[in-house]
């Protein structure tokens, strides 16, 4: 998929690509509002070409990031805790539907 | 409790407190739904997460218990704290106190109108763009954003990792800070945390050095706002303050880079509600179909909106223009904050460019809305603490905040001139209807 240079031109396919990559599925109606306001938003953000000397910024963190030391969590979710939040569970694992069953694409 | 304003999600039939005696014991505290409370429903306001029960307390709830705090329940906000105005919320909008029609301002309406109606003395609420600050002046009440890393984010449902940050609401600053006092710390599960203990700290305004930014005073807002925050320098000046002028250049490119930073790390944080972990999961005949179906109807417009704009800015052909511009921007207005507190101690502004809008004004036009941020959002994107305070009414009894943003880790000064103009006015003890 070769996106339009800027999203001002962004197509209805391509507002659908973009949902797709995002695992959702829109409406046509979600579509129509989205191919409406996405553009609008965009040319928004675009002001970010009008900053001066931007190519010069460093782009390098201010602060460091601070490393966890390397210990165990004090706290775990127990098995029973674990069993409760997932949907289905079989043979004590979580079940969820076949990758490769009916009409899946992995 | 009776909740006109649909200020709660869920309140709790019994209110729940661990222990009788602590610093804060006693204290009412509404929680934003976004905050895990074990056992209790934490749905962050989307139909995505109806009927998770939250299996761990979250840092700050642990604190809180503590200190004896009583939860009396979960608070209404913007879906997955994508908002400014409460209205993106899966169960209804909250109706701001001071007015039937009006916003409570958002992504923390449910928490800000909670405090404001009297229903807690004090909430918590997560701010990662102003979602602290502006519900709390468009609702008349102090609120703070503290600086990233003073809070553990470890069971707050995560909006935008570099940005969000868990702070308090309640009518004085005396309450803000006890409730911050308690709540902020290093915390071994959460690495972004610093080692930090509040201090309060007394302030000697002949010394206060407070700067105005030209960038966000000549911005064209609501008349009565910019008086009101007027008449605010002018009570810090009275008390000793040297007040000038500070320019920080970049931050006008603020809003833009934060509606590209913000929907970047929303996106990937959200990936992770795919129907497999979180309760809600929709029929599927196969795994593709569980994700597709299950985040199509679970997700509501703005969430998917900032899903797709935040798939888009990190697209290849598109990072190079939008994300990595942004981060650098970011980078800009970090070092001309730096550079600004060399000169001044605090910056003031006014909190929002409107005064509260009416329900449905702004919902349909997504870049409108956006800019209920403009005056807030760069506080976030250079990892600094920012105060609202109540600081005047419109003729037509709204309220307005005056914003103060210090140093980072300058809590103490930003609460420490709240509490003294607080001793000298009442704009923060009025209530809606009185």
Redesign the interface.
């Known amino acids: 998929m070769v996106y339009s240079r800027s999203m001002s031109n962004l197509s209805k396919e391509e507002i659908t690509h973009l949902a797709t990559l995002a695992r959702i599925r829109l409406t046509d109606e979600e579509i129509e509002r989205l191919s409406v306001d996405m553009p609008k938003i965009v040319e928004f953000v675009e002001q970010l070409k009008d900053v001066p000397n931007l190519s010069d910024a460093e782009l390098k963190p201010v602060d460091l990031a601070t490393l966890r030391d390397d210990t165990e969590s004090s706290e775990k979710l127990s098995h029973s805790e674990q069993q409760e939040l997932a949907p289905k569970w079989a043979d004590n694992q979580i079940e969820v539907p076949g990758v490769f069953d009916e009409g899946g694409e992995a | 409790m009776t909740d006109k304003y649909n200020a709660f999600l869920k309140i709790f039939d019994t209110p729940i407190q661990a222990k009788k005696d602590g610093k804060l014991a006693g204290m009412k505290l509404a929680i934003k739904d976004n905050i895990l409370i074990e056992g209790q429903q934490a749905t962050a306001s989307s139909k995505i997460l109806e009927g998770f029960?939250a299996?761990?307390d979250a840092t700050v709830i642990k604190k809180l218990k503590e200190a004896g705090a009583i939860f009396v329940g979960k608070t209404n906000l913007d879906e997955f704290a994508m908002g400014s105005s409460t209205e993106t919320s899966a169960y209804g909008t909250t109706i701001n106190p001071w007015g039937e029609n009006l916003v409570p301002g958002g992504s923390s309406g449910g928490s800000a109108a909670a405090v404001a109606a009297d229903l807690c003395e004090a909430s918590l609420g997560s701010d990662t763009g102003g979602s602290i600050r502006q519900p709390a002046a468009f609702c008349g009440i102090t609120g703070l954003k503290p600086t990233y890393g003073t809070v553990s984010r470890y069971g707050l449902i995560a909006l935008a990792s570099s940005l969000d940050q868990i702070g308090p609401f309640a009518r004085s600053a005396e309450d803000v800070e006890k409730v911050f006092s308690v709540i902020s710390g290093k915390d071994?599960?959460d690495?972004?945390t610093?080692d930090y203990k509040y201090q309060p700290q007394e302030i000697d305004f002949k010394k206060l050095r407070v700067g105005l930014p030209k960038e966000l005073w000549q911005l064209s807002m609501d008349p009565e706002i910019t008086e009101a925050t007027k008449k605010f320098v002018d009570y810090l000046e009275k008390k000793g303050a040297t007040v000038k002028g500070i320019s920080l250049p970049?931050i006008k490119?603020g809003?833009?880079?934060y509606?590209?930073i913000m929907p970047a790390e929303a996106?990937a944080n959200l990936?992770r509600f795919?129907?497999?972990?979180?309760?809600s999961?929709a029929e599927?005949?196969?795994?593709?179909?569980?994700?597709?179906?299950t985040?199509?109807n679970g997700?509501g417009?703005e969430t998917?909106?900032r899903?797709?704009?935040g798939?888009?800015?990190l697209?290849v052909?598109?990072f190079d223009?939008?994300y990595?511009?942004?981060?650098?921007?970011r980078?800009?207005i970090?070092?001309e904050y730096e550079k600004a507190f060399e000169e001044v101690d605090v910056i003031v502004s006014a909190t929002t460019p409107t005064l509260p809008f009416k329900i449905g004004e702004k919902v349909k036009d997504?870049?409108a809305m956006?800019q209920s941020d403009l005056l807030t959002v760069s506080v976030n994107l250079a990892d600094l603490p920012g105060l609202s305070l109540p600081c005047g009414f419109s003729k037509s009894n709204l309220p307005i905040g005056a914003q103060i943003v210090g140093p980072a880790y300058h809590e103490n000064v930003l609460l420490g001139i709240a509490k003294e103009y607080q001793k000298e006015t009442d704009y923060h003890l009025r209530k809606p209807n009185e």
């Open positions: 029960i299996p761990y071994e599960h690495q972004t610093v970049s490119y809003l833009s880079a509606y590209i996106m990936e795919d129907g497999i972990r979180f309760q999961s599927a005949k196969n795994l593709l179909d569980k994700y597709v179906n985040r199509s997700f417009t998917k909106r899903i797709l704009l798939t888009f800015v697209s052909g598109h223009d939008y990595q511009a942004a981060v650098k921007v980078q800009l970090k070092r997504p870049v956006y």
